[in-house]
C-alpha cells in the first residue's frame, strides 16, 4: 500500500508516483504487502524537517523515516515515510534535462534505501 500526501499544486500523477513507488519496493525485493507513505513538502517544510531530525540546515531531496522492517500482526510490513521536496525535483529535472519519471524513481529508491538502513 502506497500512501501519498501533497499539495494542491504539487504537479504530479499520483498513479505515476504509486507505479514508480511498487517499482522502487520490488527492485528492493517488497512486495504488495509493504506499506510506505509518501509526503511531498515544499522547500521550507523539507528544510525543517531536515533540520529538526538531522540537524542538517539545507533543504534536501529525500528524507526517510523508517518505522519497521518487521511484518505487523496484519501481515504487513510498514517500512515508513519518505519525503520529497517537490521544487528540488523539479529544479533537478530541468538541471539534468532528463524525465520526471526518472529522476522520481531515483529518488523513491533512494528513499527506500533509507528506510531500510532504519
Not at 53 to 59: A, T, V
Request: net charge positive.
Amino acid at each position: 500500500m502506497i500512501l501519498i500526501k501533497h499539495p494542491k499544486n504539487w504537479g504530479l500523477d499520483a498513479e505515476i508516483v504509486r507505479r514508480l513507488t511498487q517499482k522502487a519496493l520490488l527492485t528492493r525485493g517488497y512486495k504488495s504487502d509493504t506499506e510506505v507513505s509518501l509526503l511531498f513538502v515544499g522547500r521550507k517544510r523539507a528544510k525543517e524537517l531536515n533540520m529538526s531530525y538531522r540537524q542538517k540546515d539545507y533543504i534536501p531531496q529525500v528524507l526517510g523515516f523508517p518505522l519497521s522492517m518487521d511484518r505487523d500482526v496484519d501481515g504487513v510490513i510498514r517500512l515508513g515515510d519518505i519525503v520529497i521536496c517537490t521544487q528540488k525535483l523539479r529544479y533537478e529535472i530541468e538541471f539534468q534535462k532528463s524525465d520526471m519519471e526518472t529522476v522520481l524513481y531515483e529518488w523513491l529508491l533512494h528513499g527506500v534505501d533509507n528506510l531500510l538502513k532504519g
